[in-house]
Nanobody
């Protein structure tokens, strides 16, 4: 089993920044592909960013150039640095993980992840 614990959410003004963290335990971190998803009220959960165990990085188009995903193996943690935040970034952000060898074609799929964190709220005000 893998346990994921997110932190770093909060209230920020439009144009501001936040950094989300997701600490993983229960399995060798280097074996995990890690993703961030978000869910706004009344909307489906959507892919935001992912980083494979080989450090390949993927973003959804709406966050390219504003968000940066990274991983720190020494801390068993994946980060999501969010800059130039917009009101439409308001959502609960979830960290997710799997250990599948095939990832490059499936990183954005909700159902491909086996482990999820509890979520952290990000609210962007105007």
């Amino acid at each position: 089993q893998v346990q994921l614990v997110e932190s770093g959410g909060g209230l920020v003004q439009a144009g501001g920044s936040l950094r989300l963290s997701c600490a993983a335990s229960g399995r060798t971190f280097s074996s995990l592909n890690m993703g961030w998803f978000r869910q706004a009220p009344g909307k489906e959960r959507e892919f935001v960013a992912a980083i494979s165990r080989g450090s390949m990085i993927y973003y959804t188009d709406s966050v390219k150039g504003r968000f940066t995903i990274s991983r720190d193996s020494a801390k068993n943690t994946v980060y999501l640095q969010m800059n130039s935040l917009k009101r439409e970034d308001t959502a609960v952000y979830y960290c997710a993980a799997n250990s599948r060898a095939s990832y490059s074609a499936t990183y954005y799929l909700f159902d491909e992840y086996d482990y999820w964190g509890q979520g952290t709220q990000v609210t962007v005000s105007s």
